[in-house]
Nanobody, 128 residues
Framework: QVQVVESGGGLVQPGGSLRLSCAGS????????MAWFRQAPGKEREFVAA????????YYSDAVKGRFRIIRNNSATTNYLQMNGLKPEDTAVYYC?????????????????????WGQGTQVTVAS
């Protein structure tokens, strides 16, 4: 069964850093666009960052641009979300997702409904 598994969440103080990891369960993920979304309590799921299959084209939401970096080696099945300068408002469950329709990725990377595979999520809490 195809799976997406996130890891690396935790509790961090404001201004601190965390690195989330996302692994696809088989080689098919090397052909998928991948992304991170997050959902805070009482809020809708929101786009955070995405990256194409080559790892050369990243996208970021305005809320995290300049603080977060999504990293993926060429056609790798794993990606990382490096989060720096964390703020309390970054507190959320972070989900990794993979989109198998690669030709749609460049237009639809921020649309959660376009992603076919999702992980269970990892909690990130930013508090002093």
């Amino acid at each position: 069964q195809v799976q997406v598994v996130e890891s690396g969440g935790g509790l961090v103080q404001p201004g601190g850093s965390l690195r989330l990891s996302c692994a696809g369960s088989d080689r098919s993920f090397s052909n998928y666009g991948m992304a991170w979304f997050r959902q805070a309590p009482g809020k809708e799921r929101e786009f955070v960052a995405a990256i194409n299959l080559s790892g050369e084209v990243p996208y970021y939401s305005d809320a995290v641009k300049g603080r977060f970096r999504i990293i993926r080696n060429n056609s790798a099945t794993t990606n990382y979300l490096q989060m720096n300068g964390l703020k309390p408002e970054d507190t959320a469950v972070y989900y990794c997702a993979a989109m198998d329709k690669i030709f749609s990725f460049y237009n639809d990377y921020a649309i959660a409904e376009r992603y076919k595979f999702w992980g269970q999520g990892t909690q990130v809490t930013v508090a002093s």
